[in-house]
């Protein structure tokens, strides 16, 4: 058990609709991560936030946002779901920056019909 | 652009030794990760391993980092149908902001 939590763990929608996936980090962690995992596309990295703050974005889609709250949860908000969404999405928590060891949650498994 | 290659199946006997190899560009990583994901579940930290080391041994398994040739491997001794997974090469892109990780190998162990 990694210590980082991620609900829920399985979500099946319809195209069109918008979904919120839920994060809470490891006690003490100050940084969150989520990553899409997908078979085409493999494991990316979608965005980061600091302490309430985003800092750094990858390839994180316009219809998709993120935040973290002041008690350190994160959420990630996916909106006008297309079928190319359906993947597995991961959070991870660390310490503070990217250099150090970041910690994954099991993931919250995204099917879109 | 940044990119990190790995091999997509290794195929091996129980209590053989298994060696999963990992290339990657960018020079100015710090640090090299190694992650383990069984089915269904997340991304396990296996290990990892500071960019100015050569090797960094943690029970049965080994790390080997080549600098110059940019190659990182992960030895594992004594395999066991318990290692069955899908592991994960990654390093921290240039920016310093994410990690990049490798598309997995699938190590399948038969006993």
């Known amino acids: 058990d990694s210590g980082v939590t991620q609900t829920p763990k399985h979500l099946i929608t319809a195209t069109g609709q918008r979904v919120t996936l839920r994060c809470s980090p490891r006690?003490?962690?100050?940084?969150v991560y989520w990553y899409q995992q997908s078979l085409d596309q493999g494991l990316q990295f979608l965005i980061q936030y600091y302490n309430g703050e985003e800092r750094a974005k990858g390839n994180i889609l316009e219809r998709f946002s993120a935040q973290q709250f002041p008690d350190l949860h994160s959420e990630l908000n996916l909106s006008s779901l297309e079928l190319g969404d359906s993947a597995l999405y991961f959070c991870a928590s660390s310490v503070s920056g990217v250099t150090d060891t970041q910690y994954f949650g099991p993931g919250t498994r995204l099917t879109v019909l | 652009g940044e990119d990190v290659e790995q091999s997509l199946f290794l195929s091996v006997r129980e209590g053989d030794s298994s060696v999963i190899n990992c290339t990657y560009t960018?020079?100015?990583?710090?640090?090299l990760y190694w992650y383990k994901q069984e089915p269904g579940a997340g991304l396990q930290l296996l290990t990892y391993?500071?960019?100015?080391?050569d090797m960094k041994q943690d029970q049965r398994l080994t790390v080997l980092l080549n600098k110059k040739d940019k190659h990182l491997s992960l030895r594992i001794a004594d395999t066991q149908t318990g290692d069955s997974a899908i592991y994960f090469c990654?390093?921290?892109?240039?920016?310093?902001?994410?990690?990049?990780f490798g598309k997995g190998t699938t190590l399948s162990v038969s006993s």
């Open positions: 006690s003490g962690d100050l940084s």
């Open positions: 990654a390093e921290v892109n240039q920016a310093g902001t994410a990690l990049i």
């Open positions: 391993i500071f960019s100015n080391m």
């Open positions: 960018d020079s100015s990583s710090t640090y």
